[in-house]
């Protein structure tokens, strides 16, 4: 302060913040040797270790609780409909508390129905397609006859499974697990995200997402 000599002075950069949330920490600081007078000593904020991927088990599939009325779903997955109508509108389809029925969309007449797991359902219609996902179980049928087309059994059970369908997949999130299936109702791949979960979960590709409003 009394030699007139030039000097600078670099503030450093605050470190860029990990994706997770932080707490804010009130560090205890003073000035070290050689630092000039009146400039306040910011100390950066720590920096978040970066996370470690956890080891799980792979998750075999089980079958439905004992006791309870077996579908009229095959297990083993069968072929597709040889037409499957893209613009077909004529059916309502509903779906509660283990059963889902298609209604006429003119008359409201039961058109088909069909006894399934109980539970908190997602539904897809496309393709002529209509494909329920609920408990430990994905439904594919007809959408126009409710034909039964197959029926397969998730990784995990859940409350409530998320479901998106693709051209050539559908992915089914549930219990923590995903599930790739082609459609003709053969499982392509299997991942545990979070195994044993009971929290729904979301998933999704580019303007394709599927969130649970609820467990």
Known sequence: MSCGARFSYTKPSPVEAAFAPTMATDLTTSPGPGTPRGVVVTPAAPQAPSPQPVAAPFLVAVPPSVGTTPPPFSVTPGALPASMPVEERSVVVATVAGKL???????????????????????????????????????????????????????????????????????????????????DGRRVWSRPILPGATASGAIGLPDNVSQADRD
């Open 101 to 183: 029925v298609g209604l006429d969309a003119q008359t409201g007449t039961i058109a088909w129905e069909h006894a399934i797991e109980p539970g908190t359902p997602q539904l897809v219609i496309q393709r002529g397609l209509v494909l329920a996902a609920v408990g430990q179980s994905l439904y594919c049928c007809e959408y126009r006859t409710g034909r039964p087309i197959w029926r397969a059994i998730l990784s995990a059970p859940s409350a409530r499974v998320t479901m998106v369908v693709e051209p050539d997949r559908v992915y089914a999130f549930g219990g923590g697990v995903v599930d790739a299936f082609d459609h």
